[in-house]
Every structure is written in C-alpha cells, then in structure tokens.
C-alpha cells in the first residue's frame, strides 16, 4: 500500500521556522521526483519545491527562494522541507507529492498556520 505521510505542520510565528517531513513507504521511493505542493485558502494548489530522484537537484517557487530548502534521504525514504523566514502567506496545507513517468501519490497534507 503507498502511503506518503506528512508531519511537522503547526502554527508559527512571522519570522519563524518549520520543518516537514514525509515518510513515504508502498513504492520505489528513489525512482520517483519528490514534490511539496501548497494550497492556501481561497487559491489554487501550487508547487512549492521539488528535489530530483537522485537528491542532486532542487528547484523552488520564486517566492520561497532564500527560504526554503528541500532534501531527501533515499535509504530512509524521507523528504523534508526547511522553512525559515516564515511569512503570513506562507500559511497554507502543505502535501507531499511523488511522481514518475508510472504514477503520482499524494499525502494528506499538514497544515502550516503563520501569524502572529
């Protein structure tokens, strides 16, 4: 069974940090493009950061530059995301995403709350 099971959402304050993480289990997990997408209330869901099969690359919304630093570990299965210099609008469900050219999986979502 695939599971991708996210953790390590919470309410921050602006300014502050969160990590997430994803525990994926059920599939190849070194095959497949990891993906943190985001959906905010009221908008569309949107890629946030993505981090190649092989870890070696990793790619980020323009906003999340500087901030944000995707990584994964391919013998535990894992994927994190490092959030700093949080901001109001980063606020959002944030899900963890595994895609290949044979499927895509989608976790839950762990919401990410920023505010003061």
């Known amino acids: 069974q695939v599971r991708l099971l996210e953790f390590g959402g919470g309410l921050v304050q602006p300014g502050g940090s969160l990590r997430l993480s994803c525990a994926a289990s059920?599939?190849?997990?070194?095959?497949?493009?990891m993906n943190w997408y985001r959906r905010a209330p009221g908008k569309e869901r949107e890629l946030v950061a993505t981090?190649?099969?092989?870890?070696?690359?990793?790619n980020y919304k323009d906003s999340v530059k500087g901030r944000f630093t995707m990584s994964r570990d391919n013998v535990k299965n894992t994927v994190d995301l490092q959030m700093n210099s949080l901001k109001p609008e980063d606020t959002a469900l944030y899900y963890c995403?595994?895609?290949?050219?044979?499927?895509?999986?989608w976790g839950q979502g762990t919401q990410v709350t920023v505010s003061s």
């Open positions: 059920g599939f190849t997990f070194s095959m497949y493009v």
């Open positions: 995403n595994a895609a290949s050219y044979r499927a895509t999986y």
């Open positions: 981090v190649t099969s092989d870890g070696r690359t990793t």
